[in-house]
């Protein structure tokens, strides 16, 4: 199964950019079907981006449409978040999650693992 660890996030400034990163070091190794969700305090855990099993597809939620840009390196079993022009709303815990399907997940319920989750906090 995947066992998933993000790395990345911290504090930037409204309108700056951060890259997250997720690396899979489960057993036995496999190509999932990723994608990058957030929880802010008091709200339900949201999808931001998904990636198909091999990249060829992506979709964004509509706050991320234009500022994130979803990638993965199937070959180091890592998936990135490029994200810029952040604002005070993108602020939240972001998860990394994988789904044993071939094609994409586009609702964060259809992940089954997860990592452990970094914060990522904009504020001026």
């Known amino acids: 199964q995947a066992q998933l660890t993000e790395f990345g996030g911290g504090w930037v400034q409204t309108g700056g950019s951060l890259t997250l990163s997720c690396v899979d070091s489960g057993r036995p190794s496999r190509t999932y079907a990723m994608g990058w969700c957030r929880q802010a305090p008091g709200k339900e855990r949201e999808l931001v981006a998904a990636i198909s099993t091999f990249g060829g597809i992506t979709h964004y939620a509509k706050s991320a449409k234009g500022r994130f840009t979803i990638s993965r390196d199937n070959a180091r079993k890592t998936l990135y978040l490029q994200m810029s022009r952040l604002n005070e709303a993108d602020t939240a815990v972001y998860y990394c999650?994988?789904?044993?399907?071939?094609?994409?997940?586009?609702?964060?319920?259809?992940?089954?693992?997860w990592g452990q989750g970094t914060q990522v906090t904009v504020s001026s």
């Open positions: 999650a994988a789904s044993p399907v071939d094609g994409i997940v586009d609702v964060a319920t259809g992940y089954v693992f």
